[in-house]
């Protein structure tokens, strides 16, 4: 089956600097690449998705990156604010019909320090 | 601004005890999620139904948990006997028939002593 693997699982950064969060994936049928954002006690909340049919896909200050033919995808945040502190997590929803089925990475926790 | 919600927010039990968590998913959406978060397990899915029938369930301990879908708008969690290792936050999650964004509910943090 699928299978996500995440990296870093901590990451420090200073205000203003750029953060980047790598995922790769075992399925070469999956399609659909969410990345959720979970505050300390919150629940996870969608921040930005990729489909298999595109390459990358901006969002003000966060944008995804798929490479297909390596199967990883990342996470990019320009101008990181101390708000952006939180952990991250990627999915890829497996290619084997549409079942909506997500599997998760393991998450990256992040701290924008001020 | 529709919404998954959960009850309880919080529960504690003693081990042994039965627990129930409950899920109103996002109205006119078919698909629900089960997940369990621990700090060393991430988001791991328990169960998921479509149309209120189980797609897969494989990954709940079948002896001790259950997942039902009573009705379209109630999905149900129970454990009985409750341990432990049980111990962690419990995350509802819906999608619509498109079936591929998911909307997580708040979790029922579960405390069992």
């Known amino acids: 089956g699928e299978n996500v693997e995440q990296h870093p699982s901590t990451l420090s950064v200073q205000e203003g600097d750029s953060a980047v969060i790598k995922c790769t994936y075992s399925d070469s049928a999956s399609n659909y690449f969410p990345w959720y954002k979970q505050e300390l006690g919150k629940r996870p909340q969608l921040i930005i998705d990729?489909?298999?049919?595109?390459g990358e896909k901006k969002d003000q200050r966060i944008a995804v990156t798929l490479n297909k033919t390596a199967k990883h995808f990342s996470l990019h945040i320009t101008e990181t604010q101390p708000e952006d502190s939180a952990v991250y997590f990627c999915?890829?929803?497996?290619?084997?019909?549409?079942?909506?089925?997500?599997?998760f990475g393991q998450g990256t926790t992040l701290q924008v320090k001020p | 601004d529709a919404r998954v919600t959960q009850t309880p927010r919080d529960k504690v039990t003693e081990m042994g005890q039965e627990v129930t968590m409950r899920c109103q998913p996002i109205?006119?959406?078919?698909?629900v999620f089960w997940y369990r978060q621990t700090m060393m397990q991430g988001l791991e899915l328990l169960a998921y139904?479509?149309?209120?029938?189980?797609?897969?369930d494989s990954g709940m301990p079948k002896d001790r948990f259950s997942a039902e879908m009573p009705d379209a708008t109630l999905a149900t969690l129970k454990i009985q006997p409750s341990e432990p290792r049980d111990s962690a936050v419990y995350f509802c999650a819906s999608a619509d028939r498109w079936g591929e964004t998911q909307y997580f509910g708040p979790g029922t943090r579960l405390l069992v002593l």
């Open positions: 990729i489909r298999s049919n595109v």
């Open positions: 109205l006119g959406h078919n698909t």
């Open positions: 999915a890829a929803s497996p290619g084997s019909g549409n079942t909506g089925k997500l599997i």
């Open positions: 139904f479509r149309n209120r029938a189980p797609l897969d």
